[in-house]
């Protein structure tokens, strides 16, 4: 006879745990991740990625990038190894064919507006990103809104309520970032994995992994909003 918990995880009779209910996850899987934003109004894109890739600050001028560029990095989510595929787009409208494109095959999607600049929010480019993701990636493509350059507080012209209420209408998490100081910047990264790593390896009649629940219980863990 069969003990009632044997279906559960624990040891069968041969004391052997069975395995049918386990959903492994393939560490060899890539995961394709873009950002996108305004050049125009220099949301800080490359400098995020740096940050997060390099744990280093971008600092002084450089230049935009040109077409799209990208970077691997490699993260823990629960033990599990994840790699993350991130693509760099330019912002320009000569470009916004070519980032199209790259939606398609997309599974995380990072969209950047700029605290301090009214036209990265009232202006409707923000806006304008969000619905262009839906329109050209996957239907189930992992989306967040970040508000970038939060350490500029003196120059600072769009409040975080703004961006939040922008968010809440695509129903899309939001947190702000800096690549200066690193706040959120590896936060938001990590955030993209987890949601990755959970819908490759959850069961039928397992709850859904919740990104704004997680982050922010991430942010209350720092008693700040960042890292």
């Not at 950002?35 to 230049?63: E, H, P």
């Not at 799209?68 to 330019?90: C, E, H, P, Y």
């Not at 199209?100 to 950047?112: E, M, S, W």
């Not at 036209?119 to 989306?143: F, N, Y």
Request: aromatic share 8%; proline share 2%.
């Amino acid at each position: 006879m069969v003990s009632s918990g044997s279906a559960s995880g624990s040891s069968t009779d041969d004391g052997h745990t069975p395995t049918s209910n386990i959903c492994p996850y393939n560490e060899e899987l890539t995961h394709k991740t873009i950002l996108v934003g305004d050049s125009g109004v220099a949301v800080g894109k490359t400098c995020v990625l740096v940050r997060f890739k390099d744990g280093a600050f971008l600092g002084g001028n450089f230049i935009a990038t040109v077409g799209i560029d990208f970077r691997n990095k490699v993260v823990d989510v629960d033990n599990l190894k994840v790699k993350l595929q991130i693509w760099d787009t330019a912002g320009q409208e000569r470009f916004r064919s070519v980032t199209h494109a790259y939606y398609r095959d997309a599974q995380g999607n990072l969209c950047f507006l700029y605290f301090t600049s009214l036209c990265s929010l009232c202006g409707g480019r923000s806006s304008a990103w969000l619905t262009e993701i839906h329109e050209h990636a996957q239907k189930d493509v992992v989306i967040m809104l970040l508000g970038n350059k939060s350490d500029m507080a003196a120059e600072r012209v769009v409040k975080m309520e703004d961006g939040e209420k922008l968010a809440k209408e695509y129903g899309v998490p939001f947190m702000e970032t800096s690549a200066k100081t690193g706040v959120n910047v590896d936060l938001a990264f990590h955030a993209i994995a987890k949601e990755l790593k959970h819908r490759a390896t959850q069961q039928p009649n397992e709850p859904k992994f919740q990104i704004h629940d997680y982050i922010e219980s991430q942010k209350h863990k720092t008693g700040c909003c960042g890292l």
